[in-house]
């Protein structure tokens, strides 16, 4: 496992040079790792993000609006920075600001469970993993996003690894927006997930799939639903995952909007 | 001076830079008759604006130290306090905001929300101060209003609404519908002093109504009858809007958008009415002090001007007749000569002349009393200082200060420099506490320090203009600190017992970081391995330790020192002794502590056009920047960073140069961060190069 090596391998330049001791810093990076990883929602539903979705794949996260995508999400690409992956985090109508309080927020949930105040250390290692761009909705382009995105790798000022796309309205015809991204997510091998709202009044279309994702059903390699059932909001892969027994009910925590597996 | 405390407003005027807020001070002026003749910023005139009163900011175009004026406006008394917009300027607008009971938020039609406006905003939240905001600029081409009200949503969180709609935007900008009256308002005459209301013209009724639907949906969020009269679809007067927007506003829970164009003389009239209707007098906002004979228990003060006097000095200027000290009275009066109080020193004074200042201007008046803002002529003092009745041991909270980031060396020319050079620095550190000066003993030189490049400049600038000094200065240091990353155990016996009385200490226990305090000492020592009356002598030796780090010697912060074992000597042990001992454990362990040199680093926000934003992006990333995002904004992109400051010095060329001049950045202190290891390594040489020279 990814975190075990990691151990070992920290441990293992422990032993064979005294002077490369292991700091606390870094002690804490892979119990936060180990931790995260535990946590890590696609783990529960058969293995780490990377291994989900092969590079150039897109995944899909659905939910009505106020349920949790953007937390989902943001867990997601937390994950890939400990694993000091990239995340270009594009957000279509959030202010910069608001869109980093969502990565503090969710750090600052999963951090408190460990304990430890050395979380600031890690919270600033993190910090260069990610970037975020935001558009306004009506300026969004897919030209636009390839020439931002243009400017950042030739001048080696950040190379993503991951794309997350938030805010992006399915509700219009975004076919051919999605292939020209795709293209763009092949060319860069770019791991693309997007939040995609769908609406109380529809109801779901054959196969339970929601109207906003059947049109471009074929483009999507994942697609997970965040479902509220009672007081409890269910994650319920309609695509491309499944869930094994150990974790067949994963619910996102409404309070720390944490993902927790509730079936053990 | 007139006492009915009903119809005051001290109102302070602030946004980012180049908003226009000097413009449209200098039009409420011309409006209230306090003046009788306009002058621009930078007009082609030359006179410059009434209130950048200094020399200096009338050449640049920008305000430096806030001046304070009052006027008169359908008889109510407005005392406005013009704030600088340069983040270097901050303590400016920090001190106003601390006594003003309300503020109007500039904000630029075309460049919208700026990151300045932000600062400015949670200043003003931190004393919570209601306002109101004026987007001005809406004759520019790019004005557009709404999207600044959406922004003021959207960015600083507020819940912005608007008093208005403008008539045309850019170059066809013409006038106002007020949405309240449901009329279009013009401003004819050559200088907009002519009010004409007509009927709203034909193309925007449509738009008016439903805006003012948004308006009265807001406003009746605060006002039961007004929810009532809207739901019973009944006529609601002027008056009862009024009276809901004005609850929501001196609760900070809404703000209402007016718009105009300084410049253009248009907006400004409605704006000062709704300074009167909208904002707070003295008596309707809380203020707290602090009783220093009851562990500082928080103490409320009334506007009552029978009471007992409490008031602050929130600001100090030296005049050619000795300092002018600026005052604001909370409770009671101040008047000729009463005497009264220094909280902090203790000192009796009896009050001499008391003015009412105008910019440079000044009126003589008998009295101060609650709610108002004067100055005192002759008195000593620093500025933060409480003034209190005889009798009364209160203290109005103290300000927020921020820590000096940026210091150069400076050298005076002659010897009549030298003189004038410490009679300038000696006002402006007791003018300015983020501007401190020193002198370094190794090198002998005079270092000043301050909150960036323009603060130092501006400063040197006035050295020269005011004090005739000449003065020259070296490059700009940044303020390094020292750290420790790491616990580590101490056990230092400090020994001298040969010859001559003997010292004996010894001093056991351990070193962490923390991020609490600069510096924490817990002793834990039991059984009295070292007697306590040495305890105290222990601390000071930690104490003395952190002014210089052994590593570099930069200061040393955010180390908690505990110690829990020791030993002594009945006749050896003294307070010199263990003080040494202390030092000795500090070094033994410092160096085990695994210390680390901190660099300020610097929230550097970018407003350029789109157009140049991959080569800005590279130019910051060059200066070791961490760019968090970049803001998508039509024209314009916003680049948010955080950048080194030791990286920042002469970035406005570069940026200039790069974007043709149409880019602008605004930066302020973040926080201290760990320099990385290349460069702790070149500062080391560095550090070893200039003990060689001393040496």
């Known amino acids: ?264 | 001076m007139k006492k009915n405390i009903r119809n005051v407003r001290n109102l302070g005027i602030s946004a980012h830079i180049d908003s226009g807020k000097t413009t449209l001070t200098e039009r409420i002026l011309f409006y209230t008759k306090r003046i009788h003749a306009m002058h621009d910023v930078k007009g082609k005139d030359g006179v410059g604006a009434f209130m950048d009163s200094m020399e200096l900011e009338r050449e640049r175009g920008i305000t430096i130290a806030s001046a304070a004026t009052f006027c008169e406006w359908k008889g109510h008394e407005i005392n406005i306090i013009d704030t600088p917009g340069h983040v270097d300027f901050t303590i400016e607008v920090e001190r106003s905001l601390r006594v003003l009971d309300g503020a109007i938020l500039v904000l630029c039609a075309v460049g919208g929300v700026q990151s300045q406006s932000i600062t400015v905003d949670q200043q003003m939240r931190r004393y919570k101060v209601p306002c109101i905001a004026f987007v001005n600029k809406c004759d520019r081409s790019g004005a557009n209003p709404f999207r600044v009200v959406d922004q003021l949503k959207q960015k600083l969180g507020h819940q912005a609404v608007a008093m208005q709609l403008p008539i045309g935007l850019e170059s066809d900008f013409s006038g106002v519908v007020d949405l309240l009256e449901m009329k279009a308002v013009y401003f004819d005459g050559e200088k907009g002093e002519t009010i004409r209301v007509e009927e709203i013209p034909e193309g925007l009724q449509e738009l008016a109504a439903s805006k003012r639907v948004e308006l009265l949906d807001a406003a009746s969020m605060f006002s039961d009858e007004l929810m009532e009269a809207l739901l019973e679809e009944r006529e609601v007067g002027r008056e009862l809007v009024l009276a809901a927007l004005r609850t929501a506003v001196l609760t900070r829970s809404l703000t209402p958008v007016f718009m105009g164009s300084a410049y253009k003389n248009k907006g400004i009239q409605l704006l000062l009415d709704a300074v009167n209707d909208l904002l707070p007098c003295p008596s309707e906002v809380e203020n707290t002090a602090l009783d220093m004979d009851r562990d500082e228990a928080p103490v409320a003060l009334s506007a009552d001007p029978a009471a007992p006097l409490v008031a602050l000095a929130f600001k100090l200027e030296d005049r050619t007749y000795g300092q002018l000290t600026y005052l604001r009275v909370y409770q009671g009066a101040l008047g000729k000569g009463d005497t009264i109080v220094n909280v902090r020193t203790g000192r009796k004074i009896k009050v001499g002349r008391l003015v009412r200042m105008h910019a440079d201007q000044m009126e003589e008046i008998d009295a101060i009393p609650a709610g108002y803002i004067g100055a005192l002529f002759g008195v000593d003092c620093a500025s933060g200082d409480t003034f209190v009745a005889p009798g009364l041991s209160l203290t109005m909270t103290s300000m927020y200060v921020p820590r000096p980031v940026i210091s150069l060396a400076i050298h005076p020319k002659d010897h009549k420099a030298e003189i004038n050079m410490s009679k300038a620095l000696n006002r402006f550190t007791k003018e300015d506490p983020t501007f401190k000066t020193h002198v370094n003993p190794e090198t002998n030189e005079t270092i000043i320090s301050g909150m960036g490049e323009l603060h130092l400049e501006v400063y040197i600038e006035r050295m020269h203009r005011e004090y005739g000094a000449e003065v020259a200065a070296g490059a700009p240091r940044v303020a390094y600190r020292e750290t420790i990353t790491q616990r580590a155990e101490f056990d230092y016996l400090h020994k001298k017992q040969t010859g001559g009385s003997g010292q004996y200490g010894r001093v056991c226990g351990w070193m962490e970081p923390t991020a609490e305090a600069d510096f924490e000492f817990d002793n834990q020592v039991v059984g009295g391995s070292i007697p306590t009356q040495f305890i105290a002598a222990c601390e000071k030796g930690f104490r003395d330790c952190m002014a210089k780090g052994p590593k570099m010697e930069f200061p040393i912060t955010g180390v908690k020192v505990v110690i829990n074992d020791g030993a002594s000597h009945a006749v050896d042990s003294s307070d010199m002794a263990f003080q040494a001992a202390a030092r000795g454990a500090f070094q033994q362990g410092y160096f085990k502590a695994k210390p680390v040199i901190q660099e300020p680093v610097m929230k550097v926000v970018v407003e350029t056009p789109t157009a140049f934003q991959g080569p800005v992006m590279g130019s910051l990333n060059q200066r070791r920047g961490m760019i968090v995002g970049a803001q998508d904004e039509g024209a314009l992109c916003v680049i948010e960073c955080q950048v080194p400051l030791a990286e920042m010095f002469g970035y406005s060329t570069v940026l200039r140069s790069l974007t043709q001049g149409q880019a602008q950045f605004t930066m302020e202190f973040l926080a201290y961060k760990q320099v990385p290891h290349s460069i702790a390594e070149e500062l080391e040489k560095k550090a070893a190069e200039n003990k060689k020279k001393v040496a």
Not at chain 1, 67 to 73: D, E, F, I, N, S
Not at chain 1, 173 to 189: D, Q, T
Not at chain 1, 217 to 224: E, G, T
């Open chain 1, 1 to 264: 496992m990814r975190n075990d090596s990691v151990q070992i391998s920290t441990s293992d330049a422990a032993w064979s040079s005294p002077a490369e001791v292991i700091f606390i810093k870094e002690k804490f990076f892979a119990m936060l790792k180990t931790d995260l990883t535990l946590r890590n929602p696609l783990r529960c539903l058969g293995g780490s993000s990377e291994e989900i979705l092969a590079p150039g794949q897109f995944g899909g996260i659905l939910a009505r609006a106020g349920v949790g995508k953007t937390a989902l999400m943001v867990q997601i690409a937390l994950n890939a920075m400990l694993n000091e992956r990239n995340v270009l985090h594009v957000s279509l109508n959030q202010p910069v600001n608001k869109a980093g309080l969502w990565y503090q927020d969710i750090f600052n949930h999963i951090a408190a469970g460990l304990g430890g105040s050395q979380s600031g250390q890690v919270w600033e290692s993190l910090l260069p993993h990610r970037f975020i761009m935001t558009f306004r909705t009506d300026s969004f382009s897919v030209p636009r996003l390839e020439e931002r995105l243009g400017d950042l790798i030739e001048q080696r000022i950040f190379v993503p690894r991951m794309l997350i796309v938030d805010g992006l309205s399915f509700d219009e015809p975004v076919r051919e927006m999605l292939s020209e991204l795709k293209k763009i997510a092949r060319l860069h091998g770019l791991h693309v997930w997007f939040s995609i709202r769908t609406h109380r009044h529809e109801d779901p279309g054959p196969g339970g799939v929601p109207k906003q994702l059947a049109d471009v059903d074929d483009l999507f390699a994942v697609a997970l639903q965040l479902m509220p059932v009672g007081e409890e909001i269910h994650v319920v892969p309609l695509k491309g995952v499944t869930l094994t027994p150990e974790h067949s009910r994963l619910v996102l925590d409404p309070t720390t909007m944490l993902v927790k597996n509730t079936a053990s």
